[in-house]
């Protein structure tokens, strides 16, 4: 008998809890439709965070295409060293990592995984100059795909302004980049960032 490959290239822990939406994900992904913006909702924030994480981790391993199958039934375009190396103990794993996907494990890549939040304002928003200052460096040339993490997508914190300085970027990027947002519901985040989100 042929052993199906599956079709989720997620931790298999992490697929179980969240099926649908790493499950929606895998499949852009492997159908070549990832699109821009997505909105992740719910209390799950770990998990959220999780999947942007293994999501860029996918999308920027520089591994990939020369790790072999293993017992779990990966094929070889839907691993990344995050994966390949899950059950493992970490500490024996991640000296093996490709030093992207280790600096993605670690939230220190400079490039492949930004998050835009609110860390630094004043008045607890995310700041215009800070949304402005993202699209100018999204603008610019990467060998990377970025993963954006925008950890509190609720309008009291993702305001108007912010959005409208970011929202053209969304919608359409100049380099490969995918926008990560999280929110408790969708009623809370701005009708013009949804709309521009899966």
């Given at each position: 008998t042929t052993?199906?490959?599956?079709?989720?290239?997620?931790?298999p822990v992490l697929a179980t809890r969240q099926a649908l939406p790493t499950n929606f994900l895998s499949a852009a992904?492997?159908?070549?439709?990832?699109?821009?913006?997505?909105?992740?909702?719910?209390?799950?924030?770990?998990?959220a965070e999780q999947i942007a994480v293994e999501l860029a981790a996918f999308l920027n391993c520089t591994r990939r295409q020369s790790l072999t199958p293993n017992s779990i039934?990966?094929?070889?375009?839907?691993?990344?060293?995050?994966?390949?190396?899950?059950?493992?103990?970490?500490?024996?794993a991640v000296p093996q990592y490709?030093?992207?996907?280790?600096w993605i494990l670690d939230r220190k890549h400079p490039q492949a995984l930004v998050k835009l939040d609110s860390e630094g304002s004043k008045s607890?928003?995310?700041?215009?100059?800070?949304?402005?200052?993202?699209?100018g460096e999204l603008a610019k040339e990467s060998?990377?795909?970025?993963?954006i993490i925008v950890e509190d997508a609720n309008q009291e914190i993702f305001h108007r302004p912010a959005a409208n300085a970011i929202l053209k970027t969304m919608e359409s990027p100049r380099t490969a980049c995918v926008f990560c947002l999280f929110a408790v519901?969708?009623?809370?985040?701005?009708?013009?960032?949804?709309?521009?989100?899966q």
């Open positions: 052993s199906t490959l599956t079709t989720n290239f997620f931790d992904v492997l159908k070549n439709r990832l699109a821009h913006a997505y909105l992740l909702a719910g209390r799950a924030f770990e998990d039934g990966f094929s070889t375009d839907q691993l990344s060293c995050l994966l390949y190396f899950s059950g493992r103990e970490l500490e024996k490709c030093q992207s996907c280790r607890g928003r995310i700041s215009v100059d800070k949304a402005r200052a993202l699209t060998s990377y795909t970025r993963v519901r969708e009623e809370e985040v701005l009708p013009t960032v949804v709309s521009r989100c």
